[in-house]
DNA sequence: GTCAGGCCCTGTTGATATTC
DNA sequence: GAATATCAACAGGGCCTGAC
């Protein structure tokens, strides 16, 4: 029997080669639910105070349907304070939020978009060649396969995004959501060609905060060990990252020996 | 001041793409 | 084909904020 998608009741179909089934249905509103709520996650625009409770409840009052609409809602301020669970103040956060995310780089942009396959990695090899969302928009697949661990999956999946979504783009470009990608100096290169794995919590900064350090020291971060990481810093309640490390023989370091390592 | 809801942060795991 | 890296989804504990 057919999967049918729960929100829309279309046919899911499953991509030669693929596990998971998908709805290709353009105005299934599960589709967009979900587009929204990655859009404004962490891993997104990280925009706090638009979770995905608050998502739906601006969908269903007709405030949000695509993306673009996010960075309307300052049009509707007296409105957003009349819903429930909503003072001022929340509506003050929320709305600041949205505005603070326009400064998010084209990286954090392009993971936000939830292009397949495209995640925080491969957006920072992306915008390594590209400098704005037009500039993607228009590349060919046969360019985008030039970009480091870009294959032919990973590039027709952009190429596919951009080509359905043109006008959602060009919305946001409008709208003053199309950040230019500014050009970092290497604070060092002590970490030159190191893959740098994360793990437990750490005491003087965010996770965030040491992989910018550490990218600023010419090094890379990866999610997961291998026999190819250069060390894994780990902070406390360390998980199995930190056990894997330990059977690869991989070098652990704390926190304090990177800051001493980086000079910090 | 208390409570509840929502968010943040991190770890784990499985699926999949890419590289060698 | 194996090894590796990445993505995505989910869980859980703690924290934060607004409503009352």
């Not at 049918?4 to 899911?12: E, G």
């Not at 080669?17 to 998908?22: L, P």
């Not at 009349?82 to 392009?110: D, F, H, P, T």
């Not at 490390?245 to 020996?257: G, N, P, Q």
Request: charged fraction near 30%; glycine fraction near 8%; proline fraction near 2%.
């Amino acid at each position: 029997m057919a999967k049918v998608c729960p929100d829309c009741q279309s046919p899911l179909v499953r991509k030669p080669g693929e596990a998971d089934h998908y709805c290709l249905n353009e105005e299934c509103p599960g589709r967009k639910r979900a587009a929204l709520i990655y859009f404004a996650s962490r891993s997104g625009m990280d925009i706090d105070g638009l979770g995905d409770r608050m998502v739906e409840d601006l969908m269903k009052l007709g405030y949000l349907k695509t993306i673009p609409d996010i960075y309307k809602l300052k049009e509707h301020r007296a409105a957003l304070m009349e819903i429930e669970g909503l003072g001022e103040k929340s509506v003050n956060n929320l709305l600041s939020a949205i505005e603070e995310s326009k400064k998010n780089g084209l990286a954090q942009l392009l993971t936000a978009l939830g292009i397949r396959l495209v995640g925080g990695k491969s957006a920072k090899e992306l915008v390594k060649k590209y400098h704005s969302l037009s500039e993607i928009s228009q590349a060919a697949v046969s360019d985008l396969l030039e970009i480091k661990d870009v294959g032919e999956a990973t590039a027709k999946s952009i190429a596919e995004y951009f080509g359905a979504n043109a006008l959602l783009i060009s919305e946001l470009i409008k709208l003053g959501i199309d950040p230019v990608v500014e050009k970092t100096e290497n604070a060092s290169n002590i970490l030159e060609g190191m893959t740098i794995v994360l793990t437990g919590k750490l005491e003087t900064m965010t996770r965030d905060q040491a992989t910018l350090l550490i990218e600023k020291h010419g090094g890379t971060t990866s999610s997961s060990v291998s026999k190819n990481t250069s060390f894994v810093l780990a902070g406390s309640d360390a998980g199995s990252k930190k056990t894997t490390a330990e059977k690869l023989h991989v070098k652990i370091i704390s926190e304090e020996e990177f800051k001493k390592l980086i000079g910090e």
